[in-house]
């Protein structure tokens, strides 16, 4: 099992900047791909960013590529979304997952957080 705790949400005035961490507790960090996916009201989940186990490759949305930047600190088991130039479209409810597989598909990842909400104003 893996426990994941976000946090670092807010509400924040456009083209600010906010940084969400996700804490990880249980097996060992580095068996994990991690991922960032969030859900606006009225809207499905959908994907931002992934990294991979080693924490080299990463692969982001369209609509977040070149604003928001994952990262990974293996020492505090720790996964990070910097996210810059937010937009009232990025407001939404953010969600950690980790998963055995490098993916895009939220249904590769096994584990979830509670999620952070983020609020972008204009």
């Known amino acids: 099992q893996v426990r994941l705790v976000e946090s670092g949400g807010g509400l924040v005035h456009s083209g600010s900047s906010l940084r969400l961490s996700c804490a990880a507790s249980?097996?060992?960090?580095?068996?994990?791909?991690m991922g960032w996916f969030r859900q606006a009201p009225g809207k499905e989940r959908e994907f931002v960013a992934v990294?991979?186990?080693?924490?080299?490759?990463?692969d982001y949305a369209d609509s977040v590529k070149g604003r928001f930047t994952i990262s990974i600190d293996n020492g505090k088991d720790t996964v990070f979304l910097q996210m810059n130039s937010l937009k009232p479209d990025d407001t939404a409810v953010y969600y950690c997952?980790?998963?055995?597989?490098?993916?895009?598909?939220?249904?590769?990842?096994?584990?979830w957080g509670q999620g952070t909400q983020v609020t972008v104003s204009s």
């Open positions: 997952a980790a998963g055995p597989n490098y993916h895009r598909n939220e249904n590769m990842f096994h584990y």
């Open positions: 249980g097996r060992p960090f580095s068996s994990y791909a």
């Open positions: 990294i991979s186990m080693s924490g080299i490759t990463t």
